[in-house]
C-alpha cells in the first residue's frame, strides 16, 4: 500500500472554510496539488472576496506557514486554472523561469490533459470529438456559449464505462477554453452530472436501487454533490530539465461511491 501523500492544509476563517490539499508531485522548480471541489483556482473577477486557491497559497508563503516554511517557499504561480467544481491536477511553478516556460506549454497546448466526467445520457460512438468554437456569454456573465466566431475549441471524448441513463467518459480537451468539455458535452446532449449549471442533475440511490428506503424526515443526499468532472492525468515535458513528466490525481471519493452504486444496480449486460 502506497503510503498516503503528504496534504497543505488551508483555511479561509473569515468564511469558516478549511481544506486539506494532497501535494501530488514536487521537485526543486514544481510543486503539484490535488484541487478539492469547490475552491476556485485563482480570484474570481466578479467577486475578488471568494477564497480561492492562490491566494490562500500566497498567504502561506508570506506568512510562513509550515508547509512553506519547510519547503523554503518564497514563490508560487500557476500558469493554468481548474473550475471552481472541477478537481484534480493542478500543477504550480516554484520559481519565474518554470513558470515561463509552463505558460509557453500551455499557451501552444503542448499537454496532454485528460479528464474524466460522469454525464447524463450515451453516445453514439465509442470515441468522438466536438469542435465548437467558445466565447463569453453576453447574457449570463461568468458561463461559456458555442458562437460562430467564438474562440477554436476542440476536445475528444472515449466512453470508459456505459450504465442506463449515464456514460463514464474520458475528455481530452486540445484547447484551454473556459468551461469547454462542460459545453462541449452539453452540446453533445451530454451534460456532466452536478453541472446544473449546463444542465446536468444529480444522482440518488433511491434512482437506481430497487426497495429503497429513505430514512424519515432526513432529505436523501445525492451521491456527487459536485461537478463530476475531474483532471485525472497530466502528460507535459518539465520545464526544467526537458524529461517527460506525468502526474496523475486519484479519483474523488463521491465519483468513486457513484460508479459502485451504478455498476451494483444500474449495469449494462454484456
Given at each position: 500500500m502506497k503510503p498516503a501523500p503528504p496534504v497543505i492544509r488551508l483555511s479561509a476563517?473569515?468564511?469558516?472554510?478549511?481544506?486539506a490539499v494532497p501535494v501530488l508531485y514536487e521537485d526543486e522548480h514544481l510543486l503539484a496539488l490535488d484541487k478539492p471541489a469547490r475552491l476556485?483556482?485563482?480570484?474570481?473577477?466578479?467577486?475578488?472576496?471568494?477564497?480561492?486557491?492562490?491566494?490562500?497559497?500566497?498567504?502561506g508563503v508570506a506568512a510562513g506557514r509550515p508547509w512553506a516554511a519547510s519547503?523554503?517557499?518564497t514563490y508560487l504561480a500557476n500558469a493554468h486554472r481548474l473550475d471552481f467544481e472541477t478537481t484534480g491536477v493542478f500543477l504550480l511553478a516554484k520559481c519565474r523561469d518554470a513558470l515561463v516556460v509552463l505558460a509557453n506549454h500551455f499557451g501552444s497546448e503542448i499537454p496532454k490533459k485528460y479528464y474524466v466526467a460522469l454525464a447524463q445520457g450515451r453516445p453514439a460512438a465509442e470515441t468522438f470529438s466536438v469542435e465548437k468554437p467558445l466565447a463569453a456569454d453576453r447574457y449570463h456573465p461568468g458561463l461559456?456559449?458555442?458562437?460562430?466566431?467564438?474562440?477554436?475549441?476542440?476536445?475528444?471524448?472515449?466512453?470508459?464505462?456505459s450504465f442506463p441513463g449515464h456514460t463514464l467518459l474520458e475528455a481530452q480537451p486540445h484547447t484551454g477554453r473556459t468551461h469547454q468539455i462542460r459545453v462541449h458535452l452539453k452540446h453533445a446532449g451530454l451534460p456532466i452530472l452536478g453541472d446544473r449549471t449546463y444542465g446536468g442533475g444529480l444522482l440518488y440511490l433511491s434512482s437506481l436501487k430497487p426497495g429503497y428506503r429513505q430514512r424519515p424526515a432526513v432529505p436523501e443526499r445525492p451521491l456527487i454533490a459536485s461537478m463530476a468532472l475531474h483532471a485525472w492525468r497530466l502528460e507535459l515535458p518539465h520545464p526544467v530539465t526537458g524529461g517527460a513528466l506525468c502526474i496523475e490525481a486519484p479519483w474523488p471519493r463521491e465519483l468513486q461511491v457513484a460508479l459502485?452504486?451504478?455498476?451494483?444496480?444500474?449495469?449494462?449486460p454484456a
Open positions: 476563517p473569515a468564511h469558516g472554510l478549511s481544506w476556485l483556482s485563482s480570484p474570481d473577477r466578479y467577486d475578488p472576496a471568494r477564497p480561492n486557491l492562490m491566494r490562500l497559497l500566497h498567504e519547503r523554503g517557499l461559456m456559449r458555442i458562437a460562430r466566431h467564438g474562440k477554436k475549441s476542440a476536445t475528444e471524448f472515449r466512453i470508459l464505462e459502485k452504486y451504478l455498476r451494483r444496480f444500474a449495469s449494462i
